[in-house]
C-alpha cells in the first residue's frame, strides 16, 4: 500500500509542481523545442529531460538501496554500521524533503547550493545550446532535454531526495521517472487555457506540492524511528 502511495505522491507532486514549472521551464520550452514549431521537437526535449530524472532516480535509489524498512533490524542492539548508515542517509533524505516542503510553503528560502547543480557546466552543453537556437538539428533537442533536466529545481531535487530511500535501483528510478511524467500535463499545454489556468493557481498548487514534500518526509522519519526504536 506505501508503495502504491509513494507512486501516487510523486506523480502528483510533478502534476502540482506544474505551475513552478511553467514559471521556471516555460521561457526555455518556447525558446528552444517551441522554435521548430513542431510537436516532435516538444517530444524530444521533454523525453531527454524524462531520461535524466530515471537516470538520476536510479543513482539515488541504487545509492540507497536496502533501505527497506522491512529489511531493518528493529533491536538497536543488532544496527549494523552499514544499517546505521543507511538509515542516516534515509534521515538526511527525510530532512531535505522537509525543507523542499517548507520552501514551497514560503516558510523557508531556497538553498543557495542548489546553483551548483547549473547545466551550463555540463562539457558541451554551450555548443549544443548554439546548435538548437541556430535551429541546425532538431535532435539535439533531445540532448538539451538531457541537460536541462539538471536544472537546479527543488521540485525535481525533492524528488530525487525520495528516490535515494526507494530501497532499490529501479524503484529509484520510477518514482523520478513519475514525478517527470506528473510535469509533462502543463508543460506540453503550455500557452494554452490549460496552462494559464495552472499559472493561476501557482500559488495554491504549490501549497499542496509543499504539504505532499512534507508528509512523505513525515513518513520517511517514521520508517526510520521504527527501525531505532
Not at 99 to 104: A, D, I, T, V, Y
Not at 164 to 181: N, Q
Request: glycine share 14%; with cysteine.
Amino acid at each position: 500500500m506505501n508503495e502504491n502511495l509513494d507512486v501516487i505522491s510523486m506523480l502528483l507532486l510533478g502534476l502540482l509542481g506544474s505551475g513552478h514549472c511553467l514559471g521556471m521551464c516555460g521561457p526555455l520550452v518556447i525558446a528552444l523545442p517551441g522554435q521548430f514549431g513542431r510537436w516532435s521537437a516538444h517530444l524530444l526535449y521533454h523525453l531527454g529531460r524524462l531520461c535524466t530524472y530515471t537516470l538520476m532516480g536510479f543513482l539515488m535509489g541504487g545509492l540507497g538501496s536496502g533501505w527497506s524498512p522491512s529489511d531493518w533490524p528493529l533491536e538497536p542492539v543488532s544496527l549494523s554500521w552499514v544499517t546505521r548508515l543507511q538509515i542516516a542517509m534515509a534521515a538526511a533524505a527525510a530532512l531535505f524533503l522537509l525543507l523542499f516542503g517548507l520552501n514551497r510553503l514560503a516558510l523557508l528560502p531556497e538553498p543557495k547550493w542548489l546553483s551548483v547543480a547549473s547545466p551550463a557546466k555540463i562539457p558541451g552543453f554551450q555548443r549544443i545550446m548554439h546548435s538548437v537556437m541556430k535551429r541546425n538539428r532538431i535532435l539535439h533537442v533531445y540532448f538539451i532535454g538531457l541537460m536541462l533536466g539538471l536544472l537546479p529545481c527543488g521540485l525535481s531535487y525533492a524528488a530525487f531526495a525520495r528516490s535515494l530511500a526507494a530501497g532499490s535501483t529501479l524503484r529509484g528510478g520510477l518514482l523520478a521517472l513519475m514525478f517527470g511524467l506528473g510535469t509533462l500535463p502543463g508543460l506540453l499545454v503550455l500557452g494554452t487555457g490549460i496552462g494559464a489556468l495552472l499559472r493561476s493557481y501557482r500559488e495554491q498548487t504549490e501549497l499542496v506540492a509543499g504539504l505532499i514534500m512534507i508528509g512523505m518526509a513525515v513518513m520517511l522519519m517514521a520508517d526510520v524511528g521504527a527501525a531505532i526504536f
